[in-house]
């Protein structure tokens, strides 16, 4: 099953196991390996896996060489694009989507427009099915590039392949809405209101855009919809505490 943002966000809550498992590969395997790394095939066969290839992302990332970034992520795109056989095999998708994933957010900082186009090609003949939050993540990067050099239509397109990506992200519903007051011809209302419902804090960050504010009676709206969510909530739980005191 592929991983949602509420998904991340577990794993972003209790770091502790990356960290230990980070310490034990970096003091431990590291060092234990590198003589090996000197024997042409094993450096070669080594390079090539999953886990090297992300931490050649990594690094270049963290030196801030976001275009070298991008195109060993796009390597890695291509060169793990056929399902594998053997036990890896049930990974694929996450892995591939992944890197589609590092390789985007490498691209945010870069203006390469030819590596942008390349970039969505590979995701549009990417592994399927377009689900979890790596896919939606992406698209709705897209979504934005899009919306840069002004095809509306395509940002609008993305978006909404986002929200379907992953129904636990409140943040392409909220894109959508502000598409739809930005540019006409569409109900606003109807993605702000999901994606409130998927997520109350996206409230606080629709209050903060200006875009939102100018439109007083859709924040009445959203506010509204949130305080009823947080009483029907607080009524079940206090039925729920009389039946189990009965």
Not at 6 to 26: F, N
Not at 85 to 107: C, D, E, I, T
Not at 126 to 135: K, T
Not at 224 to 241: C, F, G, M, P, Q
Request: some cysteine; proline content about 3%; glycine content about 8%.
């Amino acid at each position: 099953m592929s991983l949602t943002a509420k998904d991340h966000e577990r794993i972003l809550e209790k770091p502790g196991k990356a960290r230990w498992v980070y310490a034990v590969v970096k003091w431990i395997l590291v060092p234990l390996f590198r003589p090996l790394l000197r024997i042409g095939f094993i450096r070669r066969y080594l390079g090539g896996t999953t886990g090297s290839r992300a931490g050649g992302i990594f690094a270049c990332q963290r030196r801030g060489e976001h275009d070298k970034a991008a195109d060993l992520a796009i390597q890695a795109l291509k060169a793990h694009r056929q399902r594998p056989k053997g036990p890896g095999r049930f990974m694929h998708h996450h892995n591939w989507w992944q890197f589609m994933r590092y390789g985007v957010a490498s691209l945010e900082n870069s203006d390469d427009q030819d590596k942008r186009n390349l970039m969505i090609a590979l995701a549009e003949s990417g592994v399927e099915p377009f689900e979890g939050y790596n896919v939606a993540y992406a698209f709705l990067a897209f979504s934005r590039w899009q919306y840069e050099t002004g095809d509306y239509d395509g940002a609008i397109e993305f978006a909404e392949i986002a929200a379907r990506a992953d129904e636990t992200w409140a943040q392409p519903d909220v894109t959508l809405g502000w598409y739809r007051l930005a540019l006409g011809g569409g109900d606003a209302m109807e993605h702000l209101s999901r994606a409130v419902c998927k997520d109350h804090r996206v409230i606080f960050r629709i209050a903060n855009d200006a875009a939102f504010r100018r439109h007083p009676h859709i924040m009445a709206k959203l506010k509204s919809l949130v305080a009823d969510d947080i009483l029907t909530v607080r009524d079940e739980a206090d039925t729920e505490d009389d039946d189990k005191a009965d």
